[in-house]
């Protein structure tokens, strides 16, 4: 262990404070990469029930508060963290607007487009920096696709095709409260063909099922689904995601136009294949789930959110990035409920 | 060059005679697949344009008439292969079915339903057998995918997905009287989807676009597409159609289900992998078109047909098989110029 | 079938008229490529075995003959195919190069370098063209390997690696008769090595086992081997060839260089992978032997022998090639053997 | 950054205090890997030139100092990495032997066998533990190769084939006093042969080129090699080394058997594919060169060094392997320079 992490006295910088709402996986996640990153400090961690935020604290440093108030009454914040459950994103993001304290949101913002939109003049008019959470642009391979993309690659963009399938559904509960499926899982693709091509759909069309799991469709959720998304430069954005491959979580992105094609492979733990006489090229299951998956995804994002701001520079990924999302990922749920095309 | 090309007399079989309307591109496939199968015999080429037969029966054997009838009169035929312009086709069928001369018709079989749903009855009523060309549910790797996806190799299947995409646009004349990209073209991905599972959509949406060239637009066509086929058992089918990929002709299955994925790969003209300071894994881009790719796959079809015939057993692509793809295909077209959902 | 397999009579050619010694497995392979060649004749078939030739002549033509002599009485000949046993060769070509006619030799031509030098005087004597079938230089990847190599698309060479990896071990007996190991089998590689290179090895060494099946040991032989040859340029060749690799006949070639590396990779029946829980991208193994892998080639490779003589160009592989492998693959033999270095 | 990046209080266990010999680039590596690791404290960093040190602990922590006696006046240690240069390992890991502190030395140990093996006593009789780094051993596919060839996955061995070639060879000056190629670089190959195969070989074959830069040669010393070791069970493996490939460094192990064969793939930045009218699948070429490419080995090496320290168990590359690793490695310089076969 090192007994000065962040490195020579005479490269000390002035670390950004960083308080963070919300104590379970995603928490876990970001105080890591807070404790982690040589320009910030993890002050505080915000949870109503305190032994949870006091766990995380034990762990990865920062103080366990009850409340926004009671960490400000300990120490000076600059940046929060909000990853506590969707449904008190927009009080908290109220509080720590007032506070002139800079966003980093998990997505989605909230699961209702008016509150959203009643949200976001709060946060324009305390002139908060706030991020959304899509890391998936961070991602390498996404963001040097996006690259390429921008340098002309594939010319004139035409199709854009994106798989999303998870290694297996997520517990009942956690799926009752989701959102739906669209809200809690497209909504990461539905971003990056709206990044990836720099343009909003006019028309969303969404046919789903429920193969994986009958107790999903019960809950009123489908588990299996494609989207189309036209661009109003005549671009089509597929989608297709379920809840469960076997094979691991599978990612993928392809992008095709005038001049050619770029596609992402799926990330291997191994680099291992295996010939016999059943088979070649044999290759071992996709192992990881998001966490690990997008491990560099989503520290990047932090650097990035942290980068913005010491340099004072705009969000990369902002409040209308959210709400743009949310609101395909709604039009995606009622084209699949009501069997027909929705405009935009 | 064989003298004896056919093999030992003691091997000879009854040929089954084969007469071939039209002489265009496929009717040179077909003429040198006759010709070079061991258990067929190319009688007559029928042409009004007896000149373009004349080419074809120099160069493969056959003689060149202008009318069926005319052929009737010098031989006796067991088998015609219909590959005459999509317009020609229903009238050619009927006589042939008058005649008792068992039918290999190329895809589509007309572009027009009510007229498809009458042909129907004089097929039925003179009981000959009849196949439609859709070859490549014979191309071996997507026949040996269906194998897998029957023996449970993906468990219960959950979704399709077919690109199809081709090096270039063919002229304009042949696009505007081709029926449109989705009879013309998107044709083979549904009777694919609909072979692969088994069943037939009761959802189409497609939604395109014409990217490649504005001409094509302006002759009431698009270029480019994506089409969602819902299936009664919620499996969900997706199709994506470019007339331009500059890589070449890409054409990729991927069946998904509850036990895994299958997928075929593009078949490449060499083997071939270069690695240099600007990039590793580089490979030459996909040369053949259809006849070159498909190659195997016309060959196989044919055997099918041929062998169907000596053994009195239904064909295994049959009328219903194409009504049914055209059928979707009109969806298809009905789906993006109106911009909704077509149920079925 | 074909009435007029050759094309239109205006198209006409002069034939090569051919006669083929041998009656095996590679005479089998050569008399249907000859049977289906455009530009040549299957005239005649000689095996003292008359039995045996009459069988391939009623399946491909030709008639059958226990003689050269015999056959020369019935009808002239230009070309000549020698698969016989490779102990018949040399007193066969002495034959042939005496009546004029022009000579395609399987390799090896023969297993001793006195005889070889021998009776390359009589063929120098009678100026015949001599082809030796080292068919991989015309598989197409192979071939546009070299082109790429020729083009400076690697640079400046330093290494070649070879793998050469059988399916299966061929039956005793042939074992024993083969001529050992390296002349059977890595002859071929050998042969690649100096087309590639351009070079002929100033040193040879080899370091063999028994290790697939201990008859093979038992009958003087070896199963496993890997070879280095030394180029004059210092350019490094290296092969590895097993009698037995259960996933398949495996054949690859790497070339590497100042400025990149080409690979060829194997080449697969079925285009199909199969990801499950237990592996993802498993694809089939590699069916076939070197008749089907090498299909291409053995097409090719008699094509450039015809045209060689219809254009009256050197043989593009020749009696030196031939010889130069031969000296190789017994350097090989004895380098294993001593446990030493072989100079040339 | 985390005030508490060790985790808990309550998880606290006692620290291997750390002491580090050299400063250059392996010294920061395992710096930062000591620095990092929760059950290590680095406590000094011990070079002559005092400067090289400060720098390091400026930035991961520990004193900089001298010589091994102050830095034991300063506080106690109970483990020493040694990466200064070679020709100081045996002095040091005497003097370390005699003070009771575990050793962690970096290969090669020394590049003279007779003084190699006179420490091996000093280093004996002390009871120290000794780990040589042979990091490769670590790398996650590698280790799931040998778990899998272990498991019986390629059955009976028969031949290791292993691809090493860096992106571009080092200074003049280092490799002047590098020890020669196959002392620096192959040795990290011949320790994964004998790891792999379990066994050592009885017979080193080497044959090698100047082909990247004259400069070498001139320094005599080689860029380009091929070896073959043969294994007392009649194994057979090839390692092929360069100084420069231009399109990364390229580092594939290949291992073939009775059952069938299993093959690491290169690790790749991005996970990223470009198809175009010039080519399809180009992939980025490999940037990283080992400190990245093996970041992951190097530190799941020095945690498997912990760890054996921790639980008392003997370090899993031990002294023998690296004096075994050098005489093939000599054995290759000597066969290399001889043209001749050397046994074991």
């Not at 961690?45 to 103080?63: E, F, M, R, W």
């Not at 000076?76 to 980093?104: K, R």
């Not at 091509?197 to 009123?220: H, K, M, N, R, Y």
């Not at 016999?276 to 071992?284: E, I, K």
Request: a negative charge; charged letters at 20%.
């Amino acid at each position: 262990m090192s007994q000065n992490p962040q490195g020579p006295v005479s490269n000390k910088i002035e670390l950004i404070r960083f308080c963070l709402f919300g104590s379970g996986r995603m928490g876990v996640e970001y105080a890591r990469i807070i404790a982690e990153h040589p320009d910030a400090e993890l002050v505080g961690i915000i949870n109503p029930n305190l032994a949870s935020a006091t766990v995380l604290s034990d762990q990865y440093g920062g103080k366990p508060f009850r409340s926004l108030t009671e960490c400000l009454e300990s120490s000076e914040i600059d940046a929060a963290i909000v990853c506590s459950p969707t449904n008190t994103h927009l009080e908290i993001i109220v509080q720590l607007a007032q506070a002139g304290i800079a966003i980093f949101c998990e997505k989605p913002i909230d699961l209702n487009m008016a509150r959203v939109d009643q949200c976001i003049e709060t946060v324009q008019h305390y002139k908060v920096p706030f991020f959304v959470g899509f890391n998936r642009r961070f991602d390498p391979s996404n963001a040097a696709l996006r690259t390429r993309v921008s340098n002309g690659d594939v010319g004139q963009l035409n199709m854009v095709l994106l798989t999303s399938r998870d290694p297996a559904p997520p517990p009942l509960d956690y799926i009752k409260r989701s959102g739906g499926y669209f809200c809690d899982s497209t909504i990461h693709d539905i971003d990056l063909a709206c990044w990836l091509t720099g343009e909003t759909p006019v028309e969303v069309f969404t046919s789903a099922s429920c193969l994986v799991d009958a107790q999903i469709g019960a809950a009123g959720d489908v588990d299996t689904a494609m989207t189309i998304l036209k661009m109003p430069s005549g671009v089509l954005c597929h989608i297709n995601n379920s809840r469960k491959a076997v094979y691991g979580f599978d990612q993928r992105v392809e992008v095709f136009g005038s001049a050619g094609m770029l596609q992402t492979q799926n990330q291997r733990d191994l680099l291992l294949s295996h010939s016999s006489a059943a088979a070649t090229d044999a290759q071992p299951p996709l192992k990881h789930f998001f966490l690990e998956r997008y491990e560099q995804s989503f520290a990047l994002e932090m650097s990035d959110f942290i980068n913005g701001l010491k340099t004072g520079s705009a969000p990369s990924v902002g409040y209308l990035d959210g709400r743009r999302a949310l609101e395909i990922a709604l039009a995606c749920d009622v084209s699949r409920r009501e069997g027909r095309v929705v405009r935009l």
